[in-house]
C-alpha cells in the first residue's frame, strides 16, 4: 500500500536554531500537506505543494514527487513553535487517497 | 468561512456500547474524510467519501464500524460495540477533491475513551 516514512519521529531545539523534517514516500505521491497539532490538539495546514518550494516566515518546505520525498525546514526557532507535525501524501494512483505519517515532536527549548 | 464542524468533542464509553459521530464538513467540499488518530500516533485513513459514494472503506472494521454521507454533505461514523482499542481521536476532513487541489481541512475531532 502507499507508504509515509516520517522522520525524524522526535527532534529537540534551542531557540534560534533550526533543521528539517522529512517524509520519504514508497510511492510517486501527487501533492503533500504539512500540518501542525495545535495546543487544542487540532491540525492546521501549513503547506500545500504539488511541486518545488514555498515559504512561510521561518518554515519552508518542498517537495520533490520523482525523488519521492518532501522537506519542512524550520529556521530561528521559537518556543511557540513547539508540537507535533504531520506530512501527509496524496497517491498518484486512484482517488484522493491523503496518507499521513507518524509524526514529528518537536521541541523547542531556551 | 465556516471550517469543518464535528460534535461531539468527547465521549467516554463502556466496552459494548455504541457511539456516533456527526461531522459537516465545509460548505462546497466534495470530498470528505474520517480519520482515527490513537494517542502519539499520525492520522490513519479509516473512509472517505466523494459526494455520497464511498471511495475507499478499506481500513474501516466493517463488522463494528460504519459510515455514511447519504446527501453528500453531513456525514456520521458509528461504532456498533465498542472496544478499548477503539479509543482514540476520531477527526473528519473535507476538501474540494479536485485534481488540482486537494487540501484537507480538519475539524477538532472527536476524543473517544473506552473504559
Known amino acids: 500500500g502507499d507508504q509515509v516514512e516520517q522522520s525524524p519521529s522526535a527532534l529537540s531545539l534551542h531557540e534560534g536554531t533550526g533543521s528539517a523534517l522529512r517524509c520519504n514516500f514508497t510511492t510517486t505521491m501527487r501533492a503533500v500537506q504539512w500540518f501542525r497539532k495545535n495546543s487544542r490538539g487540532s491540525l492546521i495546514n501549513l503547506f500545500y505543494l504539488a511541486s518545488g518550494t514555498k515559504e512561510n516566515g521561518r518554515l519552508k518546505s518542498a517537495f520533490d514527487s520523482k525523488e519521492r520525498y518532501s522537506t519542512l525546514h524550520i529556521r530561528d526557532a521559537q518556543l511557540e513553535d513547539s508540537g507535533t507535525y504531520f506530512c501527509?501524501?496524496?497517491?498518484?494512483?486512484?482517488?484522493?487517497?491523503?496518507?499521513f505519517g507518524s509524526g514529528t515532536r518537536l521541541l523547542v527549548s531556551p | 468561512e465556516a471550517g469543518v464542524t464535528q460534535s461531539p468533542r468527547y465521549a467516554v464509553l463502556q466496552e459494548g456500547q455504541a457511539v456516533s459521530f456527526w461531522c459537516d464538513p465545509i460548505?462546497?467540499?466534495?470530498?470528505l474524510y474520517w480519520y482515527q488518530q490513537p494517542r502519539d500516533q499520525g492520522p490513519q485513513l479509516l473512509v472517505y467519501?466523494?459526494?455520497?459514494?464511498?471511495?475507499?472503506n478499506s481500513q474501516l472494521p466493517s463488522d463494528r464500524f460504519s459510515a455514511v454521507r447519504p446527501k453528500g454533505t453531513n456525514s456520521t461514523l458509528k461504532i456498533q460495540s465498542a472496544k478499548q482499542g477503539d479509543t482514540a481521536t476520531y477527526l473528519c476532513a473535507s476538501s474540494l477533491g479536485t485534481i488540482s487541489n486537494e487540501r484537507l481541512f480538519f475539524g477538532h475531532g472527536t476524543k473517544l475513551s473506552v473504559l
Open positions: 460548505s462546497g467540499h466534495d470530498t
Open positions: 501527509a501524501a496524496e497517491a498518484r494512483t486512484g482517488g484522493y487517497k491523503v496518507v
Open positions: 467519501f466523494r459526494d455520497e459514494a464511498v471511495i475507499d
